[in-house]
Structure formats: structure tokens, C-alpha cells
């Protein structure tokens, strides 16, 4: 009977209970290489207004993460689909505070700097190899474990003086020509550049 647990197909333990979320990395090719573009979000919406992001947003009921991440990069953008080409997907972001993120590496052709104004201020573009070349600023910020007035106390060892474990959050800076690019969108694009490094340029040696 034991058998029978090989063909399990592990998941995260807790995943229904996480907000997922989806988002294009566009490239953009240029005669010196590849563009990254990015979005300011509009200082009128609720979610984090000014902040630097990928063109991206919350997976709907029956939508895979590669699907949220076209029609939400067309939505923002205001792009075809055919001006945008899927690559893959990229390693997934988990936040501590429950989210979920699934980026996808695409090309973006032919883009005009078209954008949708009810979420984003305006957009901008930087060179892929300055991601490639440069190290960002690296920080920390504290995370402590808070129950509930309702948490069980009387159930566990030491009640309310129970020794909650503490962690740090890494929070990484990239500074260029005055734009600042940090947190999610910050480590989603470390990520992407390292695995650029090492699946693309250092096969190409």
C-alpha cells in the first residue's frame, strides 16, 4: 500500500492559503542588447502607490500564472499579445507576508511606451547588463511572530513567554540614473539576473 506514495506529486504545504500572483520581466531588444522595462505605479491606488514594478497583478479563478501574467502585462501596457513572447518561467517569490509570485521572462516587441494610467504613473527602461554587472544594496528588516488575542496560550510550553523563533527579511537596492528599484521587484530581478548569468552567458564561454 506504502507503494502507492511514489506517485504522489508534491505541492507547499499551505498553498491554498497563500494570495498568488503573476508577472512579466520584459525585455525589450535593442541594437546594445536587452532593455528591462519597468513600471512606477500610480500614486492613486491603494497597493503600495509610487513604487518601482513589474507589469503583473493577482491570479484570477481558473487562470494559470502564465496566463494572469499576459493578460495583465496587456491590460497595463497596452500591448497585443502578439508583441509579447513568453520565455518561462522564472523562480518563484515567496513574501513573508503570504504572497505567492510566479515571474515570467518575456520579450516585449515593438513596444511604444504605451501605458494603462489608472495603475501606473508612467514606465521606464534600464539596461539588462547593468543588472548583470552591478550588485545591489543589501538590508535587513526585523521579523517577529505576533499571536492573536485569541491564541491558544494555555496550550503550549511557556504560555505567553513561549520563545518565538525571530528572522530577518533581506531587503535589496538597485539605484540607477535616479530610479530606485527595491524589495519584491528588487530580488525578482536579482534572481532573473543570476540565472541569466549561469544559463546564458556562462554557456556561451
Known sequence: MLEKLKNHKSTLIGIEELRKYAVCI???????????????????????????CFPGGRMEPGETPDETAVRETMEELLVEEKQLR??????????????????????LED???????????????VPLSFFLETEPEVYH??????????????????????AWRKGKKKVIFYS????????????IMYSFADIYRKEVLEENL
Open 111 to 125: 513596444y511604444q511606451g504605451s501605458f494603462g494610467r489608472a495603475e501606473v504613473e508612467s514606465v521606464f527602461s
Open 26 to 52: 520584459p525585455l525589450m531588444p535593442g541594437p546594445d542588447g536587452y532593455q528591462v522595462l519597468f513600471e512606477v505605479r500610480s500614486a492613486n491606488i491603494k497597493s503600495q502607490p509610487g513604487d518601482v
Open 86 to 107: 513568453l520565455i518561462g518561467l522564472m523562480d518563484p517569490y515567496l513574501s513573508e507576508s503570504g504572497n505567492l509570485v510566479y515571474p515570467y521572462a518575456a520579450v
Open 141 to 162: 528588516t526585523a521579523i517577529e511572530v505576533h499571536p492573536g488575542e485569541d491564541f491558544p496560550f494555555e496550550r503550549i510550553h511557556g504560555g505567553k513567554n513561549y
Open 176 to 187: 540607477c540614473e535616479g530610479r530606485v528599484i527595491w524589495g519584491m521587484t528588487a530580488r
